[in-house]
Protein backbone atom coordinates (compact mmCIF):
# COMPACT_ATOMS: atom_id res chain seq x y z
CA UNK A 1 0.00 0.00 0.00
CA UNK A 2 1.21 3.25 -0.56
CA UNK A 3 0.00 6.73 0.49
CA UNK A 4 -0.08 10.09 -1.27
CA UNK A 5 -0.80 13.28 0.29
CA UNK A 6 -0.79 16.70 -1.85
CA UNK A 7 -0.73 20.67 -1.08
CA UNK A 8 0.56 23.47 -2.44
CA UNK A 9 -2.03 24.43 -4.26
CA UNK A 10 -4.54 27.60 -4.55
CA UNK A 11 -4.93 30.89 -6.40
CA UNK A 12 -2.47 32.68 -7.67
CA UNK A 13 -2.22 35.56 -11.20
CA UNK A 14 -1.41 34.67 -14.41
CA UNK A 15 2.36 34.67 -14.99
CA UNK A 16 2.82 33.61 -11.41
CA UNK A 17 4.21 30.28 -9.94
CA UNK A 18 3.68 27.41 -7.65
CA UNK A 19 4.87 24.47 -5.91
CA UNK A 20 3.00 21.10 -5.32
CA UNK A 21 4.08 18.53 -3.28
CA UNK A 22 3.13 14.73 -2.90
CA UNK A 23 4.26 13.20 0.16
CA UNK A 24 4.49 9.20 0.02
CA UNK A 25 4.29 6.92 2.92
CA UNK A 26 3.78 3.01 2.82
CA UNK A 27 5.62 0.35 0.46
CA UNK A 28 7.90 3.04 -1.03
CA UNK A 29 10.61 0.70 -2.61
CA UNK A 30 7.48 -0.90 -4.68
CA UNK A 31 7.20 2.44 -6.26
CA UNK A 32 8.24 2.74 -10.06
CA UNK A 33 7.17 5.64 -11.30
CA UNK A 34 5.85 8.91 -9.18
CA UNK A 35 4.25 12.19 -11.22
CA UNK A 36 1.38 14.06 -11.64
CA UNK A 37 -1.77 14.29 -13.97
CA UNK A 38 -4.29 17.34 -14.03
CA UNK A 39 -8.29 17.21 -14.96
CA UNK A 40 -10.03 20.74 -15.96
CA UNK A 41 -13.47 20.86 -15.88
CA UNK A 42 -15.09 19.02 -18.53
CA UNK A 43 -11.81 17.67 -20.09
CA UNK A 44 -9.83 14.34 -19.45
CA UNK A 45 -6.74 13.65 -17.24
CA UNK A 46 -3.82 14.27 -18.91
CA UNK A 47 -0.84 13.67 -17.90
CA UNK A 48 1.62 16.30 -16.83
CA UNK A 49 4.90 15.02 -15.71
CA UNK A 50 6.21 11.86 -14.28
CA UNK A 51 9.21 10.64 -12.68
CA UNK A 52 10.89 6.67 -13.24
CA UNK A 53 12.69 5.22 -10.14
CA UNK A 54 15.91 5.52 -12.41
CA UNK A 55 15.76 9.23 -12.43
CA UNK A 56 14.27 9.17 -16.51
CA UNK A 57 11.94 12.34 -16.76
CA UNK A 58 8.78 12.75 -18.97
CA UNK A 59 6.57 16.13 -19.67
CA UNK A 60 3.84 16.74 -21.26
CA UNK A 61 5.28 18.33 -24.75
CA UNK A 62 2.78 21.48 -23.96
CA UNK A 63 4.06 22.05 -20.69
CA UNK A 64 8.01 21.54 -21.04
CA UNK A 65 10.13 24.65 -20.02
CA UNK A 66 7.31 25.94 -17.49
CA UNK A 67 6.91 22.79 -15.59
CA UNK A 68 9.69 20.78 -13.44
CA UNK A 69 9.01 17.91 -11.51
CA UNK A 70 11.76 16.77 -8.81
CA UNK A 71 12.08 14.99 -5.95
CA UNK A 72 13.20 14.77 -2.52
CA UNK A 73 14.28 11.00 -1.59
CA UNK A 74 15.10 11.86 2.56
CA UNK A 75 11.49 13.11 2.10
CA UNK A 76 9.78 10.39 0.10
CA UNK A 77 8.24 14.01 -1.42
CA UNK A 78 7.98 14.78 -5.19
CA UNK A 79 7.29 18.02 -6.00
CA UNK A 80 5.69 19.82 -9.33
CA UNK A 81 7.09 23.45 -9.80
CA UNK A 82 5.41 25.40 -12.23
CA UNK A 83 6.18 29.19 -13.67
CA UNK A 84 4.68 31.10 -16.01
CA UNK A 85 1.24 29.45 -15.28
CA UNK A 86 -1.71 30.26 -17.47
CA UNK A 87 -5.20 30.40 -16.89
CA UNK A 88 -5.52 27.25 -18.57
CA UNK A 89 -3.00 25.51 -16.28
CA UNK A 90 -6.87 25.36 -13.83
CA UNK A 91 -7.22 22.38 -12.87
CA UNK A 92 -6.98 20.19 -10.12
CA UNK A 93 -3.60 18.32 -10.03
CA UNK A 94 -3.42 14.44 -8.78
CA UNK A 95 -0.28 13.05 -8.02
CA UNK A 96 0.23 9.24 -8.94
CA UNK A 97 2.23 6.36 -7.44
CA UNK A 98 2.55 3.24 -10.09
CA UNK A 99 3.60 -0.32 -8.64
CA UNK A 100 3.72 -3.84 -10.53
CA UNK A 101 0.47 -4.08 -9.80
CA UNK A 102 -1.41 -0.81 -9.30
CA UNK A 103 -1.74 3.05 -9.27
CA UNK A 104 -2.28 5.12 -6.10
CA UNK A 105 -3.77 8.83 -6.59
CA UNK A 106 -3.61 11.43 -3.95
CA UNK A 107 -7.04 13.26 -3.66
CA UNK A 108 -6.05 16.06 -5.91
CA UNK A 109 -5.62 19.82 -5.35
CA UNK A 110 -7.18 22.41 -7.12
CA UNK A 111 -5.11 24.95 -8.91
CA UNK A 112 -6.77 28.27 -10.11
CA UNK A 113 -4.93 31.21 -12.23
CA UNK A 114 -7.10 34.07 -12.93
CA UNK A 115 -6.73 37.59 -12.45
Known amino acids: QVQLVESGGGLVQPGGSLRLSCAASGSMSSISTMGWYRQAPGKQRELVAR???????NYADSLRGRFTISRDNAKNTVYLQMNSLRPEDTAVYFC?????????WGQGTQVTVSS
Open 51 to 57: MHSGGQI
Open 96 to 104: YAATANRVY
